[in-house]
Nanobody, 121 residues
Framework: QVQLVESGGGLVQAGGSLRLSCAAS????????MGWFRQAPGKEREFVAA????????NYADSVKGRFTISRDNAKNTMYLQMSSLKPEDTAIYYC??????????????WGQGTQVTVSS
């Protein structure tokens, strides 16, 4: 079992950058495939990015490709999401999840509590 805690959200102007972190408990973090999702008010939770256990495979939603970078540091039990060239439409609560790398959120086993990202125009 793994517990996830996101941090790094905040308010940023359009064009700015933020780095989200997802800290995981447990010594089995390195065995988990991980993902980032986001949910805006009134919308469904959507896939943002995913990464395999070793970090040498990643996948991105078309809406963030080229602007966001997912990475992980297994020695620190932490996953990251570097977000650049942020747009107002990136405003959402961002969640990290563990268990798989698919785009369907229902297939992930573990979730963090989320961190708010707000991009002003």
């Amino acid at each position: 079992q793994v517990q996830l805690v996101e941090s790094g959200g905040g308010l940023v102007q359009a064009g700015g950058s933020l780095r989200l972190s997802c800290a995981a408990s447990g010594r089995t973090f390195r065995t988990y495939r991980m993902g980032w999702f986001r949910q805006a008010p009134g919308k469904e939770r959507e896939f943002v990015a995913a990464i395999n256990w070793s970090g040498d495979w990643t996948n991105y939603a078309d809406s963030v490709k080229g602007r966001f970078t997912i990475s992980r540091d297994n020695a620190k039990n932490t996953m990251y999401l570097q977000m650049s060239s942020l747009k107002p439409e990136d405003t959402a609560i961002y969640y990290c999840a563990a268990g798989t790398v698919v785009r369907d959120p229902t297939l992930y086993n573990y979730w963090g509590q989320g961190t708010q990202v707000t991009v002003s125009s």
